[in-house]
């Protein structure tokens, strides 16, 4: 099994300096480590804010709402949402939520109007007043007040990450990549994913999907990202209680933008790599894939990592013929099992003939260098042609499934074409 000897992640999440413990080609490998972060602390989430309502309220002329949480409730998740009902139906126009230490908490209105979410985690351990205005069928207002008290801070609580930093510029193939340790039970996916919201700029659909056994989820467009989106992500784990005892450890933020389009296609009938720029053919690069034995994967992978030099160590493979200690230059992780796109000097003279590499995209010493500085994490390249299927989970594989297969793994009903943003 090779390894990068390295310290830290370069791709990273936000703040998940998540150790990608790096691999040589074709080796297996576990997940990364996962460490916590800064973002939006549950411990550490403020309880006075600007106040946001969603509607101007009204003097109350209809029936009392039932309000959830209900008055007097106790030990209530920090991850909690306020909602209501009215007899005959209706609509929630605003809610204020205040904290009994003082200001008010903001929030947004659920999409489908379902209920209220504030804009960070509340405080353990603290007592809340809601109220809540609700326009009823027949235009009649409504108004109910709830007071409530949060759950005291959990001993239990699962690991969690978002591999995105702020301001930086990613490929178009750049999932959202979200990660929990240990994996979310798939009973409580759902509610996990209605915490998990991502707004796109321009506006583009979207959707989830869990890898089986709930250590990642992935979120994509049904095609790729158009250059110059902005994402804005909130993954809101911060105290959802979970079916094994434990509970969400904290919200997670990041914008990002995604930058030009650069796609890379690779097909082994030719043993060739196509480089488009913006959608224009700029480069024609030999390569030597995998050969039988350790064959490179099919699929659309993702640049998940770089490093311009480094060390693959494959010293520990079960196959002596596979063991090995070398230098390696130009370095873009593509699985976590160990294929990467890189500089093969030693190779240059079958590049574009044969294929002689442990699962690697082989490339000459120039061509690996010119590709290393255009790339960037997210770009997205191509294998086709080759013995072997890319396996689910095995890197960011969110676009090695076609859309209808992808949304398969969401955990809640996708709509025809995607999902817009839920809040």
């Known amino acids: 099994m090779a390894r990068f000897t390295r310290a830290g992640a370069v791709v990273g999440a936000l703040t998940l300096a998540a150790s990608l413990a790096l691999t040589g080609c074709g080796d297996e490998q576990k997940k990364p480590e996962f460490v916590g972060g800064t973002s939006a602390d549950a411990s550490?989430?403020?309880?006075?804010?600007?106040?946001?309502?969603?509607?101007?309220?009204?003097?109350?002329?209809?029936?009392?709402?039932?309000?959830?949480?209900?008055?007097?409730?106790?030990?209530?998740?920090?991850?909690?949402?306020?909602?209501?009902?009215?007899?005959?139906?209706?609509?929630?126009?605003?809610?204020?939520?205040?904290?009994?230490?003082?200001?008010?908490?903001?929030?947004?209105?659920?999409?489908?109007?379902?209920?209220?979410?504030?804009?960070?985690?509340?405080?353990?351990?603290?007592?809340?007043?809601?109220?809540?205005?609700?326009?009823?069928?027949?235009?009649?207002?409504?108004?109910?007040?709830?007071?409530?008290?949060?759950?005291?801070?959990?001993?239990?609580?699962?690991?969690?990450?978002?591999?995105?930093?702020?301001?930086?510029?990613?490929?178009?193939?750049?999932?959202?990549?979200?990660?929990?340790?240990?994996?979310?039970?798939?009973?409580?996916?759902?509610?996990?994913?209605?915490?998990?919201?991502?707004?796109?700029?321009?506006?583009?659909?979207?959707?989830?999907?869990?890898?089986?056994?709930?250590?990642?989820?992935?979120?994509?467009?049904?095609?790729?990202?158009?250059?110059?989106?902005?994402?804005?992500?909130?993954?809101?784990?911060a105290g959802v209680p979970l079916s094994n005892g434990k509970y969400g450890d904290m919200d997670r933020k990041a914008s990002a933008k995604i930058g030009r389009s650069l796609v890379m296609k690779v097909d082994n009938a030719t043993k060739k790599m196509s480089v488009y720029e913006n959608g224009a053919l700029t480069r024609t690069i030999p390569v030597s894939l995998g050969k039988r034995s350790t064959p490179s994967s099919s699929g659309t992978l993702v640049v998940m990592e770089k490093k311009e030099a480094t060390v693959f160590d494959t010293r520990d493979d079960p196959d002596p013929a596979n063991r090995y200690v070398t230098d390696i230059q130009f370095a873009q992780r593509l699985t976590w099992g160990g294929e990467y796109i890189h500089a093969a000097p030693w190779s240059e003279h079958v590049q574009g003939r044969q294929n002689v590499s442990h699962g690697c995209v082989n490339v000459s010493m120039t061509n690996a260098k010119w590709l290393f500085e255009k790339t960037r994490i997210g770009d997205p390249i191509t294998i086709k042609g080759t013995e072997r299927r890319i396996a689910a989970g095995n890197g960011w594989t969110a676009w090695s499934l076609s859309w209808s297969e992808f949304i398969k793994g969401s955990a809640l009903p996708v709509p025809k074409g995607g999902s817009g943003p839920a809040l």
């Open 44 to 237: 550490a989430a403020p309880d006075s804010a600007a106040p946001s309502t969603s509607g101007e309220p009204s003097a109350p002329s209809g029936p009392s709402l039932t309000l959830n949480p209900a008055d007097g409730t106790k030990n209530k998740p920090v991850s909690t949402e306020i909602s209501a009902k009215l007899p005959s139906g209706g609509k929630v126009s605003a809610v204020t939520l205040s904290a009994a230490s003082g200001g008010t908490v903001e929030g947004k209105l659920r999409a489908d109007g379902s209920a209220w979410v504030p804009s960070a985690p509340l405080k353990w351990g603290t007592k809340y007043t809601a109220t809540v205005t609700a326009s009823g069928p027949d235009g009649t207002s409504s108004q109910g007040t709830s007071t409530f008290t949060t759950m005291a801070k959990p001993k239990s609580m699962i690991g969690s990450g978002l591999y995105l930093f702020d301001d930086k510029s990613y490929g178009v193939a750049m999932p959202v990549v979200t990660e929990f340790h240990p994996g979310i039970p798939k009973k409580d996916r759902a509610a996990v994913q209605k915490r998990m919201f991502v707004k796109t700029d321009p506006p583009q659909p979207g959707a989830w999907h869990w890898v089986d056994n709930g250590t990642q989820a992935y979120y994509r467009a049904p095609e790729y990202w158009k250059p110059g989106t902005t994402l804005t992500v909130r993954i809101a784990l």
